[in-house]
Structure formats: structure tokens, C-alpha cells
């Protein structure tokens, strides 16, 4: 696998880059950085901070030029790093989708239920210009877990 902007191998089995914050109250709140899922070391491909997870960019099936092929390849990508750090696609609360073109919107729609059958989290809809030119679409997102943690 290559790293999305860098085209670099990805290098599985990282170790995360833990950080923690001053402590407030006699509190401290860590910070979780997972390693780049995209060859990038400047983008991890989630941060958990707290009970909140912020997951990177996630995109992929460049093979086809085909929107709901890329979503499937999205989505599955996202679900393998949520499970690094023990959460799902059903924890996700916000999920922001980036199109190349917006007459791609309901064919992009429609994968959305296979993922999430119990519901869709909120969601954001946009169009935007890639680096890869392949690259038809891509997501983002927050999940929410209590005690999430690598």
C-alpha cells in the first residue's frame, strides 16, 4: 500500500506519538496521535483525544473511476483505523465527504447506509479539488467512544 500524499510504503505497526497537556484541575488529558495512514508523517491517520476521535482524511479504490467503488474503499478504510484504536463506523458522529464533482453526490449518498444500518452520523457535503486527480471522493470524521483509547 502507498501513502496517499506522498506515495511513499505506508509502514504498519507505528507506534502512536503520545502527548499530554499541562494538567487542569490535577487533571491531564492525553493526546493520542496514531501514525500516518497515508505515507504522510505530518498527517495521522486519527488523533484521540479524550473520548473523541478525530479520524484523517481517508480515501482510496483509485482503480476505478467510480464514485460508490471509491466510497466502499473509503469506508473501509476508515473502519480499519477506527478499530486500531477500538472504536467503529458506528461510533462515528460527524462525517464530512469531499467530492471532485457534485453530480457524484447521490451515487457517493447511497453507499452511506450500507455502513450504517442502525443510522447515519451527521454529515457535511462538499466539493473540492484533489492531489491524487484520481481521486474522486474522500471522508473524514469525529467518532465518540467513552474510554477510547489505543
Not at 104 to 114: G, I, L, M, T
Given at each position: 500500500?502507498?501513502?496517499?500524499?506522498?506515495?511513499?510504503?505506508?509502514?504498519?505497526?507505528?507506534?502512536?506519538?503520545?502527548?499530554?497537556?499541562?494538567?487542569?484541575?490535577?487533571?491531564?488529558?492525553?493526546?493520542?496521535?496514531?501514525?500516518?495512514?497515508?505515507?504522510?508523517?505530518t498527517c495521522p491517520s486519527c488523533v484521540v483525544a479524550g473520548d473523541q476521535i478525530y479520524l484523517a482524511h481517508h480515501a482510496g479504490g483509485y482503480e476505478r473511476d467510480d464514485v460508490a467503488h471509491q466510497m466502499r474503499c473509503a469506508f473501509q478504510a476508515a473502519a480499519a483505523t477506527l478499530a486500531t484504536v477500538g472504536v467503529s463506523l458506528s461510533d462515528m458522529v460527524m462525517i464530512t465527504l469531499y467530492l471532485k464533482d457534485l453530480d457524484?453526490?447521490?451515487?457517493?449518498?447511497?453507499?452511506?447506509?450500507?455502513y450504517f444500518p442502525d443510522g447515519c452520523p451527521a454529515r457535511m457535503a462538499l466539493t473540492t479539488t484533489f492531489i491524487d486527480p484520481r481521486c474522486r471522493c474522500m471522508i473524514d470524521g469525529i467518532a465518540y467512544r467513552p474510554g477510547a483509547r489505543p
Open positions: 500500500m502507498t501513502g496517499f500524499a506522498t506515495g511513499r510504503p505506508h509502514r504498519p505497526g507505528r507506534r502512536p506519538n503520545l502527548s499530554s497537556s499541562t494538567p487542569v484541575d490535577g487533571v491531564t488529558s492525553v493526546v493520542t496521535r496514531m501514525p500516518s495512514h497515508c505515507g504522510d508523517d457524484d453526490f447521490q451515487a457517493a449518498r447511497a453507499v452511506f447506509p450500507e
